[in-house]
């Protein structure tokens, strides 16, 4: 018998590749592959997670996440009833897909947007429109004018990965303004915390528009150092709340994922330690590649993407040395930057290494 069929788009599904964590022949690598948080979680997120774990594990996990909610509410000044909580913001984004678009609709990202949209967008059957970029930018005029009667949902990363680029608030303003009323507007703001520009806002006021069509998605994977634990969070107008609420799985955040992001979120000198570190070894990094003939697109997150003069031949030896030393960084050929490596901003001596070893390769 034949494979049963699954429902339309899922076989239109690239599966996604999660950056290597392992070197053959090497104990211990440095991954600066995934754009984890090299300061690791606040100790008190590990003490509470223990916690939860040691009181029973036995039991259902808290379904509203109502603890996590106030704590979040509390520490951004938002409103708990517009938070939802999710096993990763990755998951909120499938929501957001399978919540308003289906069969013939169509759903708009950018060109070098986060490889999870067009994932998203396929396993509810729903068409892709991928919108080119200007400078490994979004580019709001070229989105608009990709809007159709079948739009549904824009989805936007501010700052983006992998390029590390950002859209200021006038330009994220008029990307709003100039979609119609009943196109979702996501801004995934995953890398938000790391950003230090005046003229960046993650959005939470345009939640507040009175339209009830735009929702920012965070998460506790990456500043928070939080990945393997799966917490994501959304701010969003209560009448999308109600829909994603009723479609996510009942118990989608376990209680040790609740505690550690509680007080994950509640320590803000871990994250603003995690954040001075990124804000030294982001331009650091930079200015050491580019004087190696490299070059880097501006980034507000907490990796760099370095693009190659020799192009993808250049890109694949230098990672191939990279993994030589027992140093893996992340190809992004399958975002058409064959010719570009990402490299996360990882510890004091993980970062030395890099630049010791791509000094060596560039010698
Ligand atoms: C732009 C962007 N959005 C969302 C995510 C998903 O993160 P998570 O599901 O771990 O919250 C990532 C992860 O790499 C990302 O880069």
């Not at 690791?40 to 774990?53: E, F, H, Q, R």
């Not at 950003?195 to 009175?210: E, R, T």
Request: proline fraction near 6%.
């Amino acid at each position: 018998m034949p494979p049963i069929k699954p429902r339309n788009g899922i076989l239109n599904i690239i599966p996604y590749k999660a950056g290597d964590a392992k070197i053959e022949g090497f104990g211990k690598v440095i991954k600066l592959a995934s754009n984890e948080s090299p300061m690791g979680p606040s100790p008190k997120a590990v003490t509470a997670a223990k916690k939860a774990i040691d009181s029973g594990l036995q039991l259902y996990p808290d379904p509203s996440c109502s603890a996590l909610r106030a704590a979040i509410g509390q520490v951004h000044g938002l409103n708990p009833e517009q938070i939802i909580c999710s096993n990763g913001s990755e998951e909120l984004l499938h929501l957001l897909a399978k919540a308003y678009a289906t069969d013939g609709d169509e759903i708009i990202y950018c060109q070098y947007g986060f490889i999870a949209y067009p994932i998203t967008i396929h396993a509810v059957g729903a068409t892709p429109v991928m919108v080119q970029e200007k400078d490994y930018t979004a580019n709001v005029e070229a989105i608009l004018a990709a809007v159709t009667a079948k739009t549904r949902i824009v989805n936007l990363a501010n700052p983006n990965n992998p390029t590390g680029t950002y859209l200021a608030k006038s330009e994220v303003l008029r990307l709003r303004n100039g979609l119609r009323d009943d196109i979702i507007l996501v801004l995934d703001a995953a890398y938000a915390e790391y950003v230090d520009q005046p003229d960046y806002d993650a959005g939470m006021d345009l939640v507040d528009n009175g339209l009830e069509n735009t929702i920012v998605t965070r998460t506790f994977s990456k500043i928070y150092g939080l990945a393997g634990t799966r917490v994501g969070w959304a701010y969003g107008p209560a009448s999308i709340l109600d829909i994603l609420n009723r479609i996510r799985g009942t118990f989608n955040v376990t209680s040790a994922a609740q505690a550690a992001a509680t007080a994950a979120v509640l320590d803000n000198d871990h994250m603003a330690r995690a954040k001075a570190h990124n804000l030294k070894w982001r331009p650091k990094m930079s200015r050491a590649l580019e004087s190696l003939g490299l070059s880097v697109t501006p980034s507000q997150g907490n990796f760099i993407l370095v693009h190659f003069p020799g192009g993808a031949e250049q890109s694949v030896a230098t990672d191939k040395f990279l993994r030589s030393k027992g140093i893996i960084v992340r190809p992004v050929g399958n975002y058409d930057l064959a010719g570009a490596l990402r490299i996360t901003i990882g510890t004091d001596s993980e970062n030395e290494a890099l630049l010791t070893a791509m000094a060596e390769f560039f010698a």
